[in-house]
């Protein structure tokens, strides 16, 4: 398999850092200046960061600091009660404008587990599979949108143990059969956004990666799995600090043809509590050396 | 699909006690005398209760209370640096020859992770897929030791939350998958322990119970999956308090064929925080209404 040579990109061209990855050390426009300081030059922001500051304000630092995105996040959370089922649907609609208005190449979908946890005041439910026939309903109903908006959706897979609160597609396996189900022919350009942390443990993940192609594989998340991982949501580890072959699965994305960024998502209350400076001059050398 | 309705079991014949789920509350004796005060009859005791209170001791506790196994916990952490290879393999047969003994009906394998958490010492790897195949190798080195003992080997995929560190069999398909390499006919009695915790969330569960038949189900746990799950390992839920459809789970596997007893298996601090004999009441009150 070939794979580019990440220790010689000095301009970090194939870098992206998402924005929550030092959401607790300062709002959007705060971490796009830290962002400058590193030479990092492509971002993914979140709906909540861009909210803080201001749509119209986002899109500003954005463009005036020459930065490209590799994805807005996020979109999702779709099995809802039937009195939350108009506005879930909404909030996606605009979802989908923002990430226009950003210039994002893709939305990413975190697609919501039982609909309890996904839009909460549902009716409480254990019907996972019910959660999931929901999921891709609403997705169905929303590429004519995105479609118009020109930005594609990309499903992202989360790890099982998010199936009851926060995503019920939990491989990758599963995000493509939405994907030929809902977008046989692609014209639709739905496709996925593969994260290690999501999906490493996958006896089938290779294949899977295999299976998407070029066209599915709208992005390409990367930190590592702690051993131990101290809590379910917020100890994620830095890349090397875990048990994630990352360069193997990178080979296997690129193999397919994705040029895209390797983008930073670290949820974690250590690297939270670091100064960001620290964060990302760590994170910047750790995608030079181990990924 | 046919289900054994539990709410009239008033025997709790198919009712099994994981001795793990009251380990903080007594060595195994005690455990023995609080589950014939609960009319409980059905038990999976764990290999270090067992070295606690000497084998023979066991023995004897199960047999005069007229107690049935449901299986034996556990073997497994195959994969292992090849300074530690025979060592694991030993004590393995050892396993093997206790649930033998003891007069269990399989033995619940967990099958280990990276090398270095399934055997401390060995190397450190990122290599799942190496650890997968040493976890294949193990297995199939064992099964006539299991074959002579009359013990069969139930391969129990734990959570990918575990992949790293306690087992790198994942899911119920990647079970039945070595067990078809190994004992495509059965004759061995190769198995699976499918328990409801590890494999709830898993799309393709209700075909790969359907796939496994009778013939390799050996055992069925039953827990509850929380949200939130405050921790990896020591949260897990009583059987009606989390998410997980267990009726429906256990109407699948019954629809098999499979006759064997539901066995509560709940790793908790929560539930090893309270007196024994409420955890067994409750569990008992659980089983019937809920499972």
């Not at 409480?124 to 891709?136: L, M």
């Not at 131990?228 to 193997?248: A, E, N």
Request: proline share 4%; with cysteine.
């Amino acid at each position: 398999m070939t794979a580019r040579d990440l220790s010689v990109d000095e301009r970090l061209e194939h870098l992206s850092l998402n924005t929550a990855t030092v959401r607790e050390q300062g709002d959007l426009l705060a971490i796009v200046e830290a962002a400058k300081r590193h030479g990092i030059s492509c971002l993914c922001p979140w709906r909540d960061q861009v909210e803080a500051v201001g749509l119209q304000s986002a899109v500003r630092a954005v463009r005036e600091g020459g930065f490209r995105l590799s994805g807005y996040c996020r979109g999702g959370m779709f099995p809802a009660g039937s009195a939350h089922h108009a506005a879930m649907l909404d909030d996606n609609r605009r979802a989908i404008d923002e990430a226009a208005a950003l210039g994002a190449p893709c939305l990413v979908l975190v697609v919501g587990g039982l609909p309890q946890f996904s839009r909460p005041g549902s009716a409480a439910s254990k019907d996972i599979a019910g959660a999931r026939a929901q999921v891709e309903d609403a997705i169905g109903a929303l590429l004519d949108h995105a479609d118009k908006a020109d930005v594609p959706l990309a499903i992202e897979p989360l790890h099982p143990m998010y199936a009851a609160d926060r995503a019920c597609v939990n491989t990758l396996g599963q995000a493509l059969d939405i994907g030929d189900r809902l977008d046989p022919d692609g014209s639709h350009r739905l496709g996925v956004a593969i994260d290690v942390y999501h999906v490493w443990w996958d006896p089938d993940l290779l294949d899977e990666i295999a299976r998407a192609g070029k066209s599915r594989i709208h992005a390409f998340h990367i930190c590592d799995w702690l051993v131990p991982t101290r809590d379910l949501l917020l100890d994620r580890g830095m890349m090397g600090d875990g048990v994630i072959d990352i360069r193997q699965l990178r080979a296997a994305v690129e193999a397919q043809g994705f040029t895209g960024p390797c983008e930073v998502e670290i949820f974690s209350e250590d690297w939270w509590s670091r100064p960001i400076d620290e964060v990302l001059a760590t994170m910047t050398e750790r995608y030079r050396t181990v990924c």
